[in-house]
């Protein structure tokens, strides 16, 4: 079965970390672009960062540039989303998504019209 597992979520304090973890399993993630979106209650799905094929390019989100950080590791067939100082606003179900197709190392975009694979999300909140 081709699917993306994400983990990694749970309840944090605010100003606290996570680390999120996507796990592809049935095809490979190599010379794709992946990409991290969110939903929060009653709000459309956002993007919220995007890694290149080959990993030169990421592109973040204003709301969490600085905070947090993007990363893939094709050995593993995983990609990984760091979360710094958590705010109450990034609480929101947090889905990885893959292209469907290889493609060339380009810089990545946030349109899900892009991605083809999605993830079923986890849930991260964030609270005192």
């Known amino acids: 079965q081709l699917q993306l597992v994400e983990s990694g979520g749970g309840l944090v304090q605010p100003g606290g970390s996570l680390r999120l973890s996507c796990a592809a399993s049935?095809?490979?993630?190599?010379?794709?672009?992946i990409g991290w979106f969110r939903q929060a209650p009653g709000k459309e799905r956002e993007g919220v960062s995007c890694?290149?094929?080959?990993?030169?390019?990421?592109n973040y989100a204003d709301s969490v540039k600085g905070r947090f950080t993007i990363s893939r590791d094709n050995a593993k067939n995983m990609v990984y989303l760091q979360m710094n100082s958590l705010k109450s606003e990034d609480t929101a179900i947090y889905y990885c998504?893959?292209?469907?197709?290889?493609?060339?190392?380009?810089?990545?975009?946030?349109?899900?019209?892009?991605?083809?694979?999605w993830g079923q999300g986890t849930q991260v909140t964030v609270s005192s």
């Open positions: 998504a893959a292209g469907l197709r290889p493609t060339l190392e380009t810089m990545c975009t946030m349109s899900r019209r892009i991605f083809g694979y």
């Open positions: 049935g095809f490979t993630l190599d010379n794709k672009r």
């Open positions: 890694i290149s094929s080959s990993g030169s390019y990421t």
